[in-house]
Nanobody
Framework: QVQLVESGGGSVQAGGSVRLACMTS????????MGWFRQSPGKEREGVAH???????TYAESVKGRFTISQDNARNTLYLQMSSLKPEDTGMYYC???????????????????RGQGTQVTVSS
């Protein structure tokens, strides 16, 4: 059974940084879209960043220039480095993966075939 396990969340002041990690048990011989989405209080789930099967990255406009997504294939781990954090970045962050093909994975991400349980990030002003 495929598992995605997030870690690294916590509380941080505005302007600070946090790095999230997602350890996976995905098949190393398959290619996946992988990414992060979040659920903020009172808002719809929002795709934050993803890496496609070719290793290209895509970011939501709200985080562009502040967040960096990366992956360590040897460790089967996905990361999200978040900097210059704002209170509106507060939310539950989820890791997701899917072996399908997508024109807009940022929008699709919350419905991905594989999703983690989430890790909370709280940014105080």
């Amino acid at each position: 059974q495929v598992q995605l396990v997030e870690s690294g969340g916590g509380s941080v002041q505005a302007g600070g940084s946090v790095r999230l990690a997602c350890m996976t048990s995905l098949n190393r011989y398959r290619r996946y879209y992988m990414g992060w989405f979040r659920q903020s209080p009172g808002k719809e789930r929002e795709g934050v960043a993803h890496i496609n099967k070719l290793g290209d990255t895509t970011y939501a406009e709200s985080v562009k220039g502040r967040f960096t997504i990366s992956q360590d294939n040897a460790r089967n781990t996905l990361y999200l480095q978040m900097s210059s954090l704002k209170p509106e970045d507060t939310g539950m962050y989820y890791c997701a993966a899917d072996d399908g093909d997508f024109a807009d994975y940022l929008s699709y991400m919350p419905r991905s075939r594989y999703r983690g349980q989430g890790t909370q990030v709280t940014v105080s002003s």
